[in-house]
């Protein structure tokens, strides 16, 4: 019988279509395995995984822990070339100056040779040929691009389609091109909500893209309606990873939580979710204004969880307080170059967010995506924009962050308390610690989540499923 099932398992395994999907980035990872949007898939399809962090041993967990059969694909993904590198720098600031897109200019700013490229752009946008320019770097990209005897091996699997989990990757824009000259459809997942605006230029013409909401469907159309002459098309689906987010939480399911944190049932919680060191150097110092404020009011716990690309380090002088835990993923590659992009979330990534986010009475973050996760839980968020002890230019300060392109129409809806200073970080803590019950977050940022409902995953792979029949 046991002879039999695993017979009967593998034709209908053969019947699958196979089908690839690429992931090069984290949060990728998170978006499609962790979400469990890939057991569904792997359900239907035969999927097979072609991933710069996931290696054998990662595939055995993932197919142990949802039951399901991925294939590694054993090739290495090739890195991209000098002369593409410059290419797509040259491309990525005529595209921040044809659609004014704030978020690159911000960051262009740090740069010393900026002043003078960027004249140099006004004069080609003042003769309209920028245009023109961003057509033909784009077109050559792609076709370059589309040869490769490093991707061969590719075609003896016969894929269906191809899925570019991150497609403003240049690797994954290079392995779309390869397959779709050999008539491979392709669809793309934009993980992020700043991507689109933050990351260059997409250098590949997919079948479908796959977006969180309406805002960066309307930003997709904008840009990408340039290149082609047939309408992009475009799907809002949600964020598959907020589900779990949406989902009913059984009350001791948070008592479990809390005990896991050593937090007494008296004790309010105070959850900070710390960014990049890159991107605010000085958040050590907001910390340290917030362990003032506890030890003051009395009462409280406060969860320190490190953003990946942050430096647990720095927070050890922090362990000694019973008051503090600190929260950092344990499985990071040696510190080096990359290491971030090379890192494999744990499983049980979004359930420790998740389970931190719902016995959390408030949530302070510093210009993260952690605003939405925050307001997804119906929980308080207080905004920092200021830098510590030491107030920094603008092209460095925290402040900047707040006025890139995709964080403007979040900000417009003033759910969060946005702090300028230490008297305003104590004024907003106690209000919100004040009021146990805060307001219906949900309403308002359901525009940037889609979905106020475990419902992504869903209709994502049932987008896929469509598109794919």
């Known amino acids: 019988m046991e002879a039999r099932g695993i017979v009967c398992r593998s ?46 041993e990662e595939i055995s967990r993932i197919n142990n822990h949802f039951g399901i059969d991925l294939t590694l694909v054993p090739l290495d993904i090739p890195c991209e070339p000098a002369w593409l590198t410059c290419l797509r720098w040259v491309e990525k600031a005529l595209f921040a100056e044809h659609f004014d897109i704030v978020t690159q200019k911000i960051k ?66 290079r392995i779309v091109n390869f397959l779709q000259r050999h008539r491979v459809k392709s669809l793309a997942m934009v993980i992020s909500w700043d991507n689109l605006t933050s990351k260059g230029v997409i250098n590949a013409d997919h079948d479908y893209t796959l977006v969180w909401n309406d805002f960066m469907k309307n930003d997709f159309l904008r840009f990408y309606s340039i290149f082609k002459t047939a309408k992009p098309k ?37 959850f900070i979710a710390t960014s990049a060191l890159r991107h605010f150097p000085n958040q050590l110092d907001v910390i340290a204004d917030v362990l003032r404020f ?71 973050q510093f210009a993260s995506t952690m605003k939405l996760d925050a307001a997804a839980c119906g929980k308080h968020v207080i905004s920092i924009a200021y830098d510590g002890n030491n107030p920094l230019p603008y092209q460095y300060s925290v ?12 900000n417009a809806l003033q759910f969060d308390e946005f702090v300028t200073s230490r008297e305003q970080l104590y004024a907003a803590l106690k209000m919100s610690l004040r009021n146990q019950k805060s307001e219906n977050k949900l309403a308002a940022i359901k525009s940037f989540t889609h979905f106020t409902e475990p419902k992504s995953v869903d209709f994502t792979f049932n987008t896929i499923a469509e598109w794919l029949n």
């Open 234 to 270: 475009v799907i809002a689906t949600g964020i598959p990873r907020f589900d779990s987010y949406f989902k009913n939480d059984p009350e001791n399911q948070t008592i479990k939580a809390r005990r896991h944190f050593n937090i007494r049932l008296a004790d309010r919680v105070i």
């Open 11 to 56: 034709v209908q395994q053969g019947r699958k279509k196979p089908i690839l999907i690429l992931i090069t980035n984290s949060f990728a990872a998170i978006n499609i395995i962790h979400s469990g949007l890939i057991e569904k898939l792997a359900l239907e399809h035969r999927v097979h995984l072609l991933s710069t962090m996931i290696r054998s």
């Open 399 to 410: 402040r900047r962050l707040y006025e890139y392109d995709h964080q403007v129409p979040l």
């Open 294 to 364: 506890a030890k003051v009011e009395g009462n409280l716990h406060i969860i320190v969880r490190c953003h990946p690309a942050d430096n647990v380090a720095i927070y050890n002088q922090l362990s000694g307080e019973k008051f503090v835990t600190i929260w950092h993923p344990k499985n990071l590659p040696v510190l080096g170059h990359d290491r971030f992009y090379n890192w494999f979330p744990d499983l049980n990534f979004l359930d420790s967010l998740s389970r931190m986010l719902r016995i959390c009475d408030v949530c302070v």
């Open 108 to 173: 262009y700013q740090r740069h010393k040779g900026w002043l003078w490229t960027r004249k140099v752009l006004w004069v080609i946008s003042q003769k309209s040929i920028n245009k023109s320019l961003l057509r033909m770097i784009r077109h050559a990209i792609i076709f370059l691009t589309s040869f490769s005897k490093k991707l061969k091996p590719l075609l003896s699997f016969d894929f269906h389609v191809v899925i570019s989990s991150s497609p403003l990757d240049s690797r994954e824009n």
